[in-house]
C-alpha cells in the first residue's frame, strides 16, 4: 500500500540532497500491462520460445513471456524483448491471441520516470562467484559440478527436477555428494576475494542436511570438504555439532582436482588429508560451495550516488554508521555492504530504515495511506459454507502426507463446499484463487492446511478480508511442521492424521464466527533497558525520530562492555566515539536517563506498558508503548588453563586493558599465546562467541607491529574471521603469527614450571607435540549473556538454552521478541561486535517506531468476553495473570454483582474460561463449543457425525 | 491381538510454547509416533477439566496438556 513498486527498472541519474532527492529511474518495457494480467499463464503455456532459466541456474527452461518464480511480487508476466519471437523477428504475437484479458501490449514504450525522496536505501544484493575460470574443479566441463546456488534448485519442488535429487549426468539419485567449500571466497590466488563469504559453511550444512531427506535407502554419504567451518550465528553451533552427529561427514581438506568419473558420470576427487596422506575418492556429485561477491554493476551505481566502495567492491560503512555512506541520506543495507546471511540481512534492512526515518523524521506521515478493505458480508447466521485448501508446500507436505486422498476425505465432511490442492497455499497466486473460491462457492469459514498459524494466519486473515469475509473465520490446520516433517517414515499413519486434522479443523471453524479488532491508545513513548552501545543507540534513533525515551541502566554510567575495548575491527577507536555518544545521549532532551535503575514491575501490553523503576533511592513510575531491551553480556572467568594463578595468565579484555595502560612487559615479551574457545564450543555452552577469532587475531597482530620479534601462536579450533575480518587472518599470518589448529578432545596443556609459563599442543602439521614458552597466555573467555531471569519473568518473554534472549524469528524477525511491543538488540540476544551491536540497536528503533508512529493500534480480537451467565462468583478475578479482570457491583439497577475483562490487559489466555464453572466468560475464537467440537472430532467418525 | 494397539491421544498446546515447541520440533524434522491429534490453546490454563474428562469418556488412551 505505502510501498510502490517499480520492477524492471534501473537507475538513470541522482541530483539533490538528503530529505530532497530526484532520482531518474529507466522503467524498461513489459509488454504486458500489470492492471489487466492476471497472471493465469496461458501465455507462457502458448509461447512456443523456450529460453534458459536462469532463476533456475539456467538447468531448466521457461518461455520468452514469463514469471521468474511462483511467488514473484507483481505476480505479472514480462516479455523477455531479447528472445521473443515477435520483438526479434517480426512475427508470432501468439501470447496476444491467447491472453484472456488482453493485457499483452507490444507497443509499450521504455519510459523515464522521475522520482522525489528523502532518503535512499541501496539493496542490490550479491552476485554468486562464478568458477567457470578455476580449471581445477571442472565446472562447466564435468556435468556432475554444480554450484552451491544450482543444487538449490535442484533440490527445490519448484526446480528443474521437481524436487527429485538427481545428478546433470544420467539423471539417477546420487548417493555420494561431496561439498567443498571456499570457492571464490579466502582465495587471492584464483580470484581477488580474500574475504570470507560467512554464509557457505551453514548453507553447505543445510544443503546436507537437507539432502538426507531427499535420498532413500542405504549407501548415501553427504561429506563437506573445509577450511574452517564458520557456524558462528545463533544456534548455528548446535547445528553443525547435530549434522556431525547426524549423517554428515566433515573433512578438513582443500580438494585440489576434480576429474571427471566412469564414462563421464561422477566425479574423482584428490585431495590431502590431515596426515599428509594423498587420497583419491568417488563421489557422484560435487557441489562447489560458491562465494558472494558484489554486485556486477556495483561500480556504476556506487559512481551514480557518489558513495565509496572497499577493495573488494562492496559498500563501504564504518562499524560506528554501519550502513551510512559518505553522502547523506543514502544507505546500504544487505550484502551489498558485505557478505551476510538473513538475519543480518532483515536485521541491517530495518537498520537502514532506521537512518532513513531519522532525516525523514519531520514529514513522517504526509503521504501515507492506509489500507481499505471491502465491506464485511454479514455471515455470522449463515449455515456454514467451508471451503478446504490443502497445501502441497512443493514435496514438503505432498512427500509424506497423500494429499490428494486428503483432499478427497474432506470433499465428505460436514459443510464443506469447496476443496482445492495447491502447491504453495502462501503464493500470490493461491491468495487470489482463495478470493476468487470464496465468491464463486459463497464460502463462509475457510480451513487451511498447510504450515504453522503462528507465522502464516495474519496471510490468511488478510486474504479473507480482501474476499469480504472477517479475517477471524478462517483455521489454519498444520499439517506441516506437525506432521509432515515429524512423521516422515510413516506416510500411511501421517496421511490419516492429516485426515483427522482437517476434520477437527472442519468441525472447529464451523462454531466461528466474526470478530472485531479494538483499538487502544499507544503511549508514544519508549523503555530502553540498557545503557551500552545498542541500548543507547537505539535511544539516539528514537529520539531523532521525535518519541521521548527513558533509558534506563543498572550500572552507574553508561556504556555497557564498549568501555573496555580498544578498537573495532576496522580500526575505529571506541573511546572516544563512546563519549560522544554518551555525550548525545546525556544531553538529548528527549532521554531520560535513569542510572542504578532496577526494573520492578510491569503491566500492560504492546501500547501501552507502565513500570515501576527503583533508582538510587527513590520509586519512579513510568509510561511506555514499547521496550528495548539492551541487556548486554559479558566476558566469562575461564575455568581452566589455570586461569588464575598467574598475573600473565588473562582473557581478552584484561590483555586489552594492559595494553591501554601501556604495560612494557607487553612490548618486551617474547612469546605470547592465545587460546581459543575457552569455555565456547563444548558440552556446557555449545555456542561459539563470535567476537574472539576476531580479537586474538587483531590483538597478535598489535603485538607483532610492536615487536616484530616476539612469537605469537594461536591455539584454535576453527578461525572464525567471517566477511572482510579474514584480511586481518591473513595480515596475522603474514607478520609471522603461528595458527595451531587443535582438537575439542587434545586440548592445550597449561603449567607454570619454575615461574614460566608453559603451553603443550599438539601441532597437527609436524604431528608432534610441542612445547610452547608464553610470557603472556590469553585466554578466549566465552560470552555469556547478564542474567535476565527477573526481566523474562517481568515481560514473560524467553531465553533460549544458552541464556540469550529470543527473538520472534531466527530468520525472518530477528529484532522482534515473542511478546509484542518488545524489542531486542546487542549481545543479550548473542554474541556481536560492535558494528553488529550497533546496527541492531538502530534496527530495533526501527521497528520500535513502526508502533509509535500511530496513535491508536489495534489489537488482536482474541480476548475474553463476560457472558450474561456470570453471576458475579469472583473465581476467575484472581485466576487472571494480567489482572485484566475486575468485580463490579451494579448497585442501581439489578443489585448484582458480575465480572468486568479489561480487553486491552486482557491475552487471551482463557484461564478464566477454564475456571468459571458457568460459562460466564468466554474466549474469542477459543470458546469451550470450539475446544469440544476438536475433541469431538479427533475421537468420532464424522460420518456419525 | 493381531494389530499393535494404537493409542489415540489428545494434545492441547499452548500457542506459546508447546505449540511454538512442536512447530519447531517440525523444523528440526524431530521424528515422534503420529498417534497425537493437536490442539492449539492460547494457554494450558484455558483447557476446562471436564473436556478432558469428557476426552477419555469418549475414548481417548490419552490426554497430554502442554504449556
Known amino acids: 500500500m505505502n510501498v510502490e513498486l517499480l520492477t524492471l527498472s534501473e537507475i538513470v541519474d541522482v541530483e539533490g540532497d538528503a530529505g530532497n532527492f530526484t532520482i531518474k529511474v529507466k522503467k524498461k518495457s513489459r509488454y504486458v500491462d500489470t492492471d489487466k494480467c492476471i497472471a493465469c499463464g496461458l501465455c507462457a503455456e502458448k509461447c512456443p520460445k523456450k529460453v534458459d532459466d536462469e532463476f533456475n541456474a539456467n538447468m531448466g527452461k521457461r518461455k520468452a513471456i514469463y514469471i521468474k518464480y511462483g511467488q514473484s511480487v507483481p505476480l505479472k508476466y514480462a516479455i523477455d524483448p531479447d528472445n521473443c519471437i515477435y520483438l526479434t523477428r517480426g512475427k508470432c504475437r501468439a501470447c496476444e491471441k491467447f491472453c484472456p484479458t488482453g493485457a499483452i501490449n507490444f507497443d509499450d514504450k521504455e519510459e523515464i520516470v522521475s522520482i522525489n525522496v528523502g532518503a535512499v536505501i541501496l539493496a542490490p544484493g550479491f552476485k554468486a562467484f562464478d568458477p567457470s575460470g578455476l580449471d581445477c574443479y571442472g565446472y562447466g566441463i564435468i556435468p556432475d559440478v554444480v554450484t552451491s546456488l544450482e543444487y538449490e534448485r535442484m533440490l527445490s519442488a519448484g526446480g528443474p527436477f521437481q524436487g527429485h535429487l538427481v545428478r546433470p549426468s544420467d539423471h539417477t539419485e546420487p548417493k555420494k555428494i561431496a561439498w567443498l567449500q571456499c570457492v571464490g571466497s579466502r582465495n587471492t590466488n584464483q580470484c581477488k576475494n580474500g574475504y570470507c563469504s560467512n554464509v557457505c559453511c551453514m548453507y553447505a550444512i543445510k544443503q546436507a542436511m537437507v539432502t538426507s531427506e531427499h535420498l532413500s535407502g542405504e549407501g548415501t554419504e553427504q561429506s563437506i570438504f573445509y577450511m574452517d567451518i564458520r557456524s558462528h550465528g545463533k544456534e548455528f553451533e548446535r547445528y553443525y555439532e547435530n549434522a556431525r552427529k547426524g549423517d554428515v561427514q566433515f573433512i578438513q581438506a582443500r580438494p585440489h582436482t576434480i576429474d571427471p568419473g566412469k564414462n563421464n558420470n561422477g566425479v574423482i576427487m584428490r585431495y590431502t588429508n590431515t596426515e599428509g596422506r594423498q587420497i583419491v575418492k568417488e563421489f557422484d556429485l560435487a557441489v562447489l560451495s560458491v562465494g558472494l561477491e558484489a554486485p556486477e554493476d556495483a561500480p556504476q551505481l556506487a559512481e551514480k550516488f557518489k558513495i565509496e566502495l572497499n577493495h573488494y567492491g562492496f559498500a563501504k560503512t564504518k562499524d560506528f554508521n554501519p550502513v551510512s555512506t559518505i553522502r547523506p541520506g543514502v544507505f546500504v543495507t544487505g550484502a551489498f555492504q558485505a557478505p551476510k546471511d538473513i538475519p543480518q540481512s532483515v536485521t541491517e534492512a530495518s537498520t537502514a530504515a532506521a537512518e532513513a526515518a531519522r532525516i525523514l523524521s519531520a514529514s513522517r506521515g504526509s503521504l501515507t495511506k492506509t489500507k481499505t478493505y471491502p465491506p464485511e458480508n454479514d455471515v455470522k447466521d449463515q449455515v456454514p459454507s467451508i471451503g478446504v485448501f490443502i497445501c502441497s508446500c512443493g514435496i514438503n507436505i505432498a512427500n509424506t502426507v497423500d494429499v490428494h486422498a486428503l483432499a478427497e476425505y474432506a470433499k465428505d465432511l460436514p459443510y464443506v463446499s469447496f476443496v482445492d490442492n495447491n502447491l504453495f497455499t502462501c503464493s500470490a497466486d493461491t491468495q487470489a484463487i482463495i478470493a476468487e473460491k470464496i465468491k464463486e462457492h459463497k464460502l463462509n469459514r475457510i480451513v487451511i492446511a498447510a504450515c504453522t498459524p503462528r507465522t502464516h494466519e495474519p496471510l490468511f486473515q488478510d486474504t479473507l478480508k480482501e474476499a469480504s469475509l472477517n479475517g477471524y473465520l478462517v483455521e489454519m490446520v498444520n499439517i506441516r511442521n506437525q506432521n509432515s516433517w515429524v512423521h516422515q517414515k510413516e506416510p500411511e499413519k501421517a496421511t490419516q492424521k492429516a485426515k483427522d486434522q482437517v476434520w477437527m479443523g472442519v468441525a472447529r471453524v464451523a462454531k466461528n464466527y466474526p470478530l472485531d479488532q479494538i483499538s487502544v491508545n499507544v503511549v508514544r513513548k519508549a523503555l530502553v533497558i540498557g545503557g551500552g552501545l545498542a541500548g543507547m543507540n537505539s535511544a539516539l534513533a528514537l529520539a531523532d525520530q521525535g518519541y521521548d525515551c527513558i533509558l534506563i541502566e543498572n550500572n552507574d554510567r553508561l556504556g555497557g562492555n564498549a568501555w573496555f575495548l580498544n578498537h573495532t575491527y576496522k580500526g575505529e577507536p571506541i573511546r572516544p566515539m563512546l563519549e560522544k555518544i554518551i555525550d548525545k545521549v546525556e544531553n538529548n532532551e528527549k532521554i531520560n536517563v535513569i542510572k542504578n535503575a532496577q526494573l520492578l514491575s510491569v503491566q500492560g501490553s504492546i501500547g501501552n506498558f507502565s513500570s515501576e523503576i527503583q533508582a538510587d533511592n527513590e520509586k519512579i513510575n513510568v509510561n511506555y508503548g514499547v521496550a528495548v531491551v539492551a541487556t548486554g553480556a559479558k566476558e566469562s572467568r575461564p575455568a581452566e588453563y589455570m586461569y588464575g594463578k598467574d598475573d600473565r595468565i588473562m582473557t581478552h579484555l584484561e590483555f586489552d586493558a594492559a595494553v591501554r595502560n601501556n604495560n612494557n612487559e607487553i612490548k618486551k615479551a617474547k612469546s605470547a599465546v592465545f587460546i581459543q574457545c575457552v569455555g565456547s564450543r563444548d558440552e556446557k555452552r555449545p555456542y561459539c562467541s563470535r567476537v574472539c577469532c576476531t580479537h586474538a587475531v587483531e590483538s597478535a597482530i598489535f603485538l607483532k607491529t610492536v615487536n616484530p620479534e616476539m612469537n605469537v601462536y594461536i591455539l584454535y579450533r576453527d578461525m572464525r574471521t567471517y566477511g572482510d575480518r579474514e584480511d586481518l587472518y591473513k595480515k596475522a599470518r603474514d607478520l609471522g603469527v603461528l595458527f595451531i589448529r587443535f582438537n575439542r578432545n587434545d586440548k592445550p596443556e597449561v603449567s607454570i614450571e619454575n615461574n614460566e609459563i608453559y603451553v603443550k599442543v599438539y601441532e597437527p602439521v609436524v604431528q608432534l607435540p610441542v612445547k610452547l614458552y608464553a610470557d603472556f597466555l590469553i585466554l578466549a573467555a566465552a560470552i555469556v549473556p547478564n542474567k535476565n531471569d527477573e526481566l523474562v519473568e517481568l515481560y514473560k518473554c524467553g531465553v533460549n538454552q544458552d541464556g540469550f534472549l529470543n527473538e520472534a524469528h531466527p530468520k525472518l524477525k530477528p529484532v522482534d521478541m515473542p511478546v509484542d511491543g518488545l524489542f531486542v538488540a546487542g549481545m543479550c540476544n548473542y554474541p556481536k561486535p560492535v558494528d553488529e551491536s550497533i546496527a541492531q540497536g538502530l534496527a530495533a528503533a526501527s521497528r520500535a517506531g513502526v508502533i509509535l508512529s500511530r496513535d491508536k493500534m489495534k489489537l488482536d480480537a482474541i480476548k475474553s468476553m463476560v457472558t450474561d451467565k456470570c453471576d458475579g462468583c469472583a473465581l476467575c478475578v484472581d485466576a487472571c495473570p494480567y489482572n485484566a479482570i475486575k468485580l463490579e457491583h451494579d448497585s442501581e439497577k439489578t443489585g448484582k454483582s458480575y465480572v468486568v475483562s479489561d480487553p486491552a490487559l486482557c491475552r487471551g489466555c482463557g484461564i478464566c474460561e477454564a475456571t468459571c464453572p458457568k460459562g460466564g466468560i468466554i474466549v474469542h475464537g477459543f470458546t469451550t463449543e470450539q475446544i469440544q467440537a476438536q475433541v469431538d472430532a479427533a475421537l468420532t467418525n464424522q460420518l456419525i457425525y | ?67
Not at chain 2, 494397539?5 to 511454538?20: H, Q
Not at chain 2, 521424528?31 to 492460547?42: G, L, T
Not at chain 2, 473436556?51 to 488412551?61: F, K, R, T
Open chain 2, 1 to 67: 491381538m493381531s494389530e499393535k494397539f494404537e493409542p489415540t491421544i489428545i494434545g492441547f498446546l499452548c500457542n506459546w510454547c508447546a505449540y511454538a515447541g512442536a512447530d519447531l520440533a517440525g523444523v528440526s524434522r524431530l521424528q515422534y509416533p503420529p498417534n497425537m491429534r493437536p490442539i492449539r490453546v492460547m494457554c494450558s490454563g484455558m483447557v476446562p477439566a471436564d473436556i478432558v474428562v469428557n476426552a477419555l469418556e469418549q475414548g481417548a488412551d490419552g490426554v497430554m496438556v502442554m504449556g
